[in-house]
């Protein structure tokens, strides 16, 4: 009989338990409070939509309803025509944030890596928008597209939400472009790419983190914004999803449990496109940290 192959000696040594720290203890205590302080006005937005007036005036608008009333939200998409000013805040922001992003791509490209005369006070123009306040500016942009007959269409929002999407955009587009390694455009003249090509396939993929970031800046102060989307629009069939609330609130009585329902479809695409640039923003944080 042959000899039975021993299993060679093995053994695990035992975990070390780490040390209770009081420190760490009231850390999480402190991260863990201020997280559901975050959360909950979403949590309560949520109840609040599926209530009426009774049951919100009696006592109960901060706890979870009696009745869940999924009423409130086909009310809101028919009767509140929710559903129309949904897709017309969908139609101005999309275009706000591929037009607004194509301008200050290029044009931080153009700044941090071409060398032409005058760079520096282009850039400088561009960055006195920052100081323009968007509330002295109403008036007249509403003269001027009054004049160009672009009241009551999409383009009279489109128009300054790019304008005023630019200076921030190129400001913090540019600090990641002038930190491109200068060796990877030289490689990629040598392999026999153009201007064009060195943009789209170099520069643009190493600073996608920074478009998301940019994007969704864009996307934010688009989708969010009331003054111009009140002011510059009088058509039903235009209006935006702020602007359509806004008006679901009546002079006689204001039901807000579709008040509510509208708000919660408002914030559901802000939460979407945050989940999906959620990796990019974090890394372009990384970036800036350690630019340098």
């Given at each position: 009989?042959?000899?039975?192959?021993?299993?060679?000696?093995?053994?695990?040594?035992?975990?070390?338990?780490?040390?209770?720290?009081?420190?760490?203890?009231?850390?999480?205590?402190?991260?863990?409070?201020?997280?559901?302080?975050?959360?909950?006005?979403?949590?309560?937005?949520?109840?609040?939509?599926?209530?009426?007036?009774?049951?919100?005036?009696?006592?109960?608008?901060?706890?979870?309803?009696?009745?869940?009333?999924?009423?409130?939200?086909?009310?809101?998409?028919?009767?509140?025509?929710?559903?129309?000013?949904?897709?017309?805040?969908?139609?101005?922001?999309?275009?706000?944030?591929?037009?607004?992003?194509?301008?200050?791509?290029?044009s931080a490209y153009a700044i941090a890596r071409m060398?032409?005369?005058?760079?520096?006070?282009?850039?400088?123009?561009?960055?006195?928008?920052?100081?323009?306040?968007?509330?002295?500016?109403?008036?007249?942009?509403?003269?001027?597209?009054?004049?160009?007959?672009?009241?009551?269409?999409?383009?009279?929002?489109?128009?300054?939400?790019?304008?005023?999407?630019?200076?921030?955009?190129?400001?913090?587009?540019?600090?990641?472009?002038?930190?491109?390694?200068?060796?990877?455009?030289?490689?990629?003249?040598?392999?026999?790419?153009?201007?064009?090509?060195?943009?789209?396939?170099?520069?643009?993929?190493?600073?996608?983190?920074?478009?998301?970031?940019?994007?969704?800046?864009?996307?934010?102060?688009?989708?969010?914004?009331?003054?111009?989307?009140?002011?510059?629009?009088?058509?039903?069939?235009?209006?935006?999803?702020?602007?359509?609330?806004?008006?679901?609130?009546?002079?006689?009585?204001?039901?807000?449990?579709?008040?509510?329902?509208?708000?919660?479809?408002?914030?559901?695409?802000?939460?979407?496109?945050?989940?999906?640039?959620?990796?990019?923003?974090?890394?372009?944080?990384?970036?800036?940290?350690?630019?340098?």
């Amino acid at each position: 009989m042959g000899k039975e192959r021993e299993e060679p000696f093995s053994h695990k040594l035992p975990r070390r338990r780490k040390p209770f720290r009081w420190s760490r203890f009231f850390l999480y205590l402190f991260l863990g409070i201020v997280a559901v302080i975050q959360v909950y006005p979403l949590i309560w937005l949520f109840l609040f939509s599926f209530k009426n007036n009774n049951e919100i005036y009696s006592g109960n608008a901060m706890g979870i309803p009696h009745v869940w009333r999924t009423s409130n939200y086909y009310t809101v998409m028919t009767s509140g025509n929710v559903g129309r000013y949904l897709l017309n805040s969908v139609i101005v922001t999309a275009a706000t944030i591929v037009v607004s992003t194509l301008l200050i791509t290029t044009s931080a490209y153009a700044i941090a890596r071409m060398h032409w005369r005058a760079k520096n006070v282009f850039l400088n123009y561009i960055l006195l928008g920052l100081m323009v306040p968007i509330n002295a500016t109403l008036l007249p942009l509403f003269i001027v597209l009054r004049q160009l007959n672009l009241l009551n269409s999409y383009f009279s929002l489109i128009l300054p939400y790019v304008v005023f999407a630019l200076p921030m955009g190129v400001f913090i587009m540019v600090g990641f472009m002038k930190n491109i390694p200068r060796e990877l455009e030289e490689s990629a003249c040598l392999d026999g790419c153009t201007i064009y090509q060195t943009f789209w396939r170099i520069a643009l993929p190493i600073v996608r983190p920074a478009v998301a970031t940019v994007a969704i800046f864009t996307f934010l102060s688009s989708w969010n914004e009331l003054m111009f989307a009140n002011t510059f629009l009088s058509d039903e069939n235009l209006k935006t999803l702020t602007v359509g609330i806004m008006s679901l609130s009546g002079q006689q009585g204001t039901a807000w449990g579709p008040i509510g329902a509208g708000l919660v479809i408002a914030t559901v695409p802000t939460l979407i496109v945050y989940f999906l640039f959620s990796d990019q923003i974090q890394k372009s944080m990384i970036a800036g940290a350690i630019k340098g």
